[in-house]
């Protein structure tokens, strides 16, 4: 009886706390909502912060994010780049899987197909691990494929240093003998004897 009782407290708590979390996580989209709106608008700058013993109105949009939102400016474009990148429910999905700025930057980082890829893939992600195990695999791949494009275009400049250098030397062939040329119609019968002996 004990245990059945123990099991159904379990059950009521995990479900209580999944709801909370999903209040949580609606409630944070809605302040990104709230964040856009009020940057848009300016409508902040006539607010008195309620921080100032003298009445002052907020000085910047930093100090009204951390009064209103306990977080910095900076971190609120953080967290609005983030959504753009992934999208509203990739997003969300990966602030339940616990994503930090650095794995979002991480994902920034990449192209964009593989960046679509990874968005589907944070969809259906049961866990951050395997976002950063597909992230790893994805970056790894990227670094092979800049390594191979940074080798292509050394190749291609020695190319084309090596036609500049050859092109160069056959400019220079050419001015001698159109040097060459010159002399010898300017030259008389007996200078054109004298230099084909």
Not at 19 to 35: I, P, Q, T, V
Not at 57 to 69: N, R, T, V
Not at 122 to 142: G, N, W, Y
Not at 168 to 176: D, F, I
Request: charged share 35%; proline share 2%.
């Amino acid at each position: 009886d004990g245990v059945v009782e123990a099991a159904h407290a379990l059950g009521v708590n995990t479900g209580s706390s999944q709801a909370f979390g999903f209040l949580r996580d609606f409630a944070e989209m809605g302040r990104l909502a709230s964040y856009e709106n009020i940057k848009k608008s300016k409508a902040w700058k006539h607010l008195v912060n309620p921080k100032s013993c003298d009445g002052r109105k907020f000085e910047s949009l930093d100090e009204y994010c951390q009064a209103a939102f306990g977080k910095s400016y900076r971190r609120m474009q953080e967290l609005v780049a983030n959504r753009d990148t992934l999208g509203q429910e990739a997003f969300e999905q990966a602030e339940r899987l616990g994503l930090r700025q650095v794995d979002y930057n991480a994902i920034k980082a990449l192209p964009a197909p593989e960046q679509e890829l990874l968005r589907r893939a944070v969809e259906e992600a049961q866990s951050r691990d395997d976002v950063l195990d597909l992230l790893q695999e994805l970056a790894s791949r990227f670094v092979k494929t800049e390594a191979e494009l940074q080798k292509q275009v050394i190749d291609l400049r020695e190319e084309a240093e090596t036609k500049d250098a050859r092109r160069g030397e056959l400019v220079a062939q050419n001015e001698k003998l159109k040097e060459q040329l010159v002399r010898i119609k300017r030259a008389t019968p007996d200078e054109a004897l004298e230099a084909a002996r």
